[in-house]
């Protein structure tokens, strides 16, 4: 019975090795980006659309989302309120999330969907929430929470984001501190 015996390569011949494997990747990634812009049409190059087919829109920085976060967190906690904190921009994208100490599972998701329905309204949530007499089925749209916790931002008179506080033990309270948050950026 043979035995195999195996071959331990040099350092060198290693080396070497992975070199001509790197090579042969890099060229055939190379090759694969050549081929697609070969594939491109003769004299296709980004079209630019006409200023009157466009608009521009404003949106908060992360950093005055953080900071409106921070103030309405600031004010729950100032009153022994263990929430969490939700800035959306105008789009309903979550920009930045604060849990506080203690905050309920719940209140993660709530805030997000309690800032998402006040910027797609331009409304506080409370005052929206009463439009479900006349129109029950708005509670219907998902990712909406037609309860009192979420505060519109604006800047040029258009919503720029939705700021949605959850957890307090009623929604006049979670709407008090997303006040508190939109406040904070009128500074």
């Known amino acids: 019975m043979q035995h195999a015996r195996k071959k331990h390569l040099s350092t060198r011949a290693r080396v070497l090795a992975g070199g001509a494997v790197v090579a042969a990747l890099a060229a055939g990634t190379f090759g694969t980006v050549a081929a697609n812009a070969a594939d491109a049409p003769k004299g296709a190059a980004p079209v630019a659309a006409a200023q009157s087919n466009t608009t521009a829109s404003t949106h908060l920085t992360i950093d005055a989302a953080t900071e409106a976060a921070q103030a309405a967190l600031d004010a729950a906690e100032k009153e022994g309120q263990r929430v969490s904190v939700a800035v959306v921009d105008r789009n309903g994208n979550t920009i930045v999330t604060l849990r506080g100490d203690g905050a309920g599972p719940q209140s993660y998701e709530s805030a997000e969907r309690k800032a998402f329905t006040a910027v797609s309204w331009n409304a ?55 006040q508190a948050g939109a406040a904070s950026l009128a500074k």
């Open 124 to 178: 506080p949530t409370s005052e929206l929430a009463k439009r479900l007499e006349q129109a029950p089925n708005l509670k219907d749209i998902p990712g909406t929470l037609f309860l009192g916790g979420g505060a519109p931002v604006t800047a040029k008179g258009a919503p720029v984001a939705g700021i949605g506080v959850a957890g307090a033990p009623s929604g006049d309270l979670d709407e008090k501190y997303a």
